[in-house]
């Protein structure tokens, strides 16, 4: 599973972040939003990564977010692999949906919803949902479908799945049966643009082979 390369909202967000701004400059829907220059070479760095692996060990399956940001991460990396699977595009993959809080930086979100802030306090971070958005476990929950439809469809296959930094920690959630905790935990080290994390099959069930790996990005200077 990949995470997108870095958007032009991951770059706006940062900037409107540590520029203290209520708000991100940007008039695209969230499904719209490009990858950036630098998300871009990630992409094909990625594809380089996969295209390194032994052909037995290459992706048979792709599955992808439609936001324009994860189609053109998955059709750029797999632009680097000699005989590369079509990519099949699957809604329930799509980032998680926040309503209202839409572009708003956490400093907004404080201004504009101070009852929303004291709302996801008593709530927790996993059942919180926002007006008109989504909570975690409702990402979780058509997560769920996708993967057991993987499963049903593509037995033994090699599965890439390219969507967004939710998508790979439920995921994690989800095939490792963590707990509300142990997901919160894991959900503190930011999943970066364009990373790789890996489970593999043993003895029947799917383990954890690597986490956000970004060595092929590091290795190429790709890093912010």
Do not use: C
């Not at 993967?147 to 390219?162: F, K, Q, S």
């Not at 970066?192 to 290795?219: C, P, Q, Y």
Request: glycine share 6%; aromatic share 4%.
């Amino acid at each position: 599973m990949a995470r997108h390369g870095q958007s032009t909202a991951n770059v706006a967000g940062q900037e409107a972040e540590a520029n203290g701004l209520h708000a991100v400059d940007l008039a695209l829907r969230d499904a719209d939003v490009p990858l950036s220059p630098l998300g871009r070479e990630q992409a094909t760095a990625l594809g380089r990564r996969l295209a390194a692996l032994p052909p037995d060990e290459r992706p048979t399956v792709v599955l992808s977010s439609p936001y324009l940001r994860a189609r053109d991460t998955a059709r750029l990396a797999l632009d680097q692999l000699p005989d590369p699977p079509p990519i099949v595009l699957d809604e329930r993959l799509r980032d998680r949906e926040i309503g209202v809080l839409y572009l708003l930086t956490q400093r907004g979100v404080e201004a504009r919803y101070p009852e929303e802030v004291e709302r996801k306090r008593r709530l927790g971070k996993f059942y919180y949902r926002p007006p008109a958005g989504e909570s975690w476990a409702d990402v979780a929950l058509r997560l769920r479908s996708v993967l057991a439809d993987v499963e049903r469809e593509h037995p033994g296959g090699r599965v890439l799945i390219v969507a967004h930094d939710a998508i790979v920690v439920l995921t994690r959630y989800i095939v490792e049966h963590l707990s509300e905790d142990e997901l919160l935990d894991v959900e503190r080290t930011l999943v970066a643009n364009g990373s790789l994390t890996i489970w593999a099959r043993e003895e029947g069930e799917l383990r954890l082979v690597t986490f956000n790996d970004t060595e092929h990005l590091k290795d190429a200077g790709l890093t912010p």
